[in-house]
């Protein structure tokens, strides 16, 4: 059985609602987490991956819309 929530239910629970966001933020928190910043839920895993999922789906890291007009 999957350690993690499932995708359907971390886009529920997620203003983005969005996979690619989702996706990013993870690799995002889980690079984070690799440079030292201390994980923000207990969780058994050592993986940063899986840490950064468990921490967006208990809403602990928040993805947020990119701002219109993207990067110029």
């Known amino acids: ?5 499932s995708l359907q239910t971390m886009l529920e629970r997620n203003p983005a609602r969005s ?3 989702l996706v990013t933020a993870a690799a995002r928190r889980a690079r984070q987490l690799l440079e030292g910043s201390p994980p923000l839920v207990a969780i058994d895993s050592t993986k940063p991956v899986t840490i950064a ?3 967006i789906a ?4 928040i993805c947020e819309f ?3 007009g993207g990067v110029k």
């Open 1 to 5: 059985m999957l350690n993690q929530p």
């Open 19 to 21: 996979r690619y966001i």
């Open 66 to 68: 990119p701002a219109k």
């Open 58 to 61: 208990e809403g602990r890291v």
């Open 53 to 55: 999922l468990r921490e």
